[in-house]
Structures are given as structure tokens and as C-alpha cells.
């Protein structure tokens, strides 16, 4: 693990350092969780699908139904 320093106001310090005596965890220890859980929040609000990002674009087309099931209904399509 690496070590990374940074600066935190005087309340934030008391308040994770009442916390750590309080669960027997270190200082430390509850700055990394904390540090995990927003990235992975922030991961899994990022997890787009291609759905979500062309929601808008559905049924905007003209064509056939059943395109993607029926062969017949891709000749001549295109052209």
C-alpha cells in the first residue's frame, strides 16, 4: 500500500478520530473505506448501458418490426 498525505479541517479530524476510538478501527483504516465506498458509488452511477445512452433514439426509425428476427425483412433493406 502506498501512504498519501493530504489535509483535512480540524472538525473532519476530531470527528474520525472519535470514530476510530469508538470502533477500535484506525484513523486510517476508516479514511480508506470511506475513500472505497465513494469510488465505487461513483463507479456503479457511471455503469452506463447502451440502452440508457440511446433511450432517445428508440423508435425513431421507420422500418420494419421485426428486423432483427425476420431475414426476409432485410432484403432490399438498406439500399
Not at 479530524?13 to 476510530?20: C, D, G, N, R
Not at 461513483?42 to 428508440?58: G, N, Y
Request: aromatic fraction near 2%; charged fraction near 25%; proline fraction near 3%.
Amino acid at each position: 500500500m502506498k501512504t498519501v498525505s493530504f489535509k483535512l479541517p480540524e472538525l473532519l479530524i476530531e470527528q474520525i478520530s472519535s470514530l476510530a476510538s469508538k470502533s477500535g478501527e484506525s484513523r486510517s483504516s476508516l479514511v480508506r473505506k470511506a475513500i472505497e465506498t465513494l469510488v465505487h458509488k461513483t463507479h456503479a452511477q457511471d455503469q452506463t448501458s447502451c440502452l440508457d445512452l440511446a433511450k432517445d433514439l428508440a423508435g425513431a426509425v421507420a422500418g420494419p418490426d421485426d428486423l432483427s428476427h425476420n431475414a426476409a425483412s432485410l432484403t432490399g433493406y438498406g439500399r
